[in-house]
């Protein structure tokens, strides 16, 4: 998650980066207590699971807890909210330069 806030790329006027959590505030403030390069993520919080259920992210192979908790999942959406790439990874890994030669491909 810290990746993204990391680099340069993505803080594009045309890219938004979104780490989607199922975390609440204070869940998420403890969670940056103990790794505070969480700090640098722009978080969606969807105590809801709202949005992890709309993006069908819960029952993924990375989840630990299908159905309950998305895994780890890159989504690229265009412009108009049109999902154009999706990738799970159950391996966990840091896929920004895979990711931004996904988003080449949209410009």
Known sequence: MAAFGKDEAFKKDDTA????VVDTKNEWDKAVKKMPELA????LHDTSKNVSREYG???????MHKGQ?????YLILDKDRIVRFVFDD?????RNEELK???????
């Not at 980066?17 to 989607?20: D, H, M, S």
């Not at 992210?57 to 989840?63: F, H, Y």
């Open 17 to 20: 980066v979104f780490n989607i």
């Open 40 to 43: 640098q993520a722009t978080i």
């Open 57 to 63: 992210v819960l029952s993924l192979p990375s989840s």
């Open 69 to 73: 908790f998305p895994g780890h999942t």
């Open 90 to 94: 159950p391996k966990m890994a840091v």
């Open 101 to 107: 030669a996904e988003l080449a491909k949209l410009n």
